[in-house]
């Protein structure tokens, strides 16, 4: 399986003719590009570092085989579009991209006790991959390469890396990086691999690796 990271929290996953692309938000640039070349498409909430509600309901006017998975608040925003856009909850398994996705979590991480609470859902794709969304969630199930936040007004670096040891990945990579300065994320990485033992792979904005 090939894993390209791109900016921020956007992900493509890709394996022989599969491939599903997570969270194109409004802060990657290339989201318009990387959604009209997708069938599958999972948000893991619907803030719009991960969403990009314009994006996605111009592709799936003009995508017919679009399909997207999220959180109710995300087919809210975008319309069932003949059903084509699915509501998720943590505990679903859906086919995607023709992944098997399992769902976790349920809760966004706490920003501040004065803002209410926030849905976010992980997707576990092909019982490989884990994405998080905004949240330290663990899965409670294994996961070779775990996808890292590491940056935003909810990350913090200690429970960054509790969340590591309690998922003990193959391997980690760093996504939700953006609000971090090159030296922040060696920063990150640095500490997150001599409190867990685990190497934070840092990856440039459209690079790939095979997982």
């Avoid at 022989?16 to 938000?25: E, H, I, K, Q, W």
């Avoid at 699915?86 to 995607?96: E, L």
């Avoid at 019982?127 to 899965?139: E, L």
């Amino acid at each position: 399986m090939e894993l390209t990271k791109h900016t921020h929290a956007t992900v493509v996953l890709r394996d022989g003719d599969r491939s599903v692309l997570l969270d194109p938000g409004a802060y990657t640039s290339a989201s318009a590009d990387l959604v009209a070349a997708a069938d599958a498409v999972l948000v893991t909430h619907d803030h719009p570092d991960h969403f990009d509600a314009e994006v996605l309901s111009a592709a799936l006017d003009a995508q017919p085989d679009l399909r997207v998975w999220a959180p109710a608040s995300v087919v809210d925003a975008l319309g069932a579009h003949d059903g084509r856009v699915v509501a998720v909850s943590p505990g679903d398994t859906v086919t995607a991209g023709g992944f098997e996705v399992r769902v976790f979590g349920g809760d966004h991480a706490v920003i501040h006790a004065d803002l209410p609470p926030m849905t976010n859902v992980g997707f576990l794709v092909d019982g490989r991959v884990f994405h998080p969304g905004d949240a330290y969630s663990a899965p409670g199930v294994p996961v070779e390469t775990l996808l890292v936040p590491t940056s935003g007004p909810w990350a913090k670096l200690g429970e960054l890396v509790d969340f590591v040891r309690a998922v003990q990945p193959e391997r980690a990579v760093q996504i939700h990086d953006l609000m971090l300065s090159d030296a922040g994320k060696g920063s990150f990485a640095q500490f997150a691999g001599q409190l867990t033992g685990i190497d934070l792979v840092t990856l440039a904005d459209g690079e790939t690796i095979t997982i």
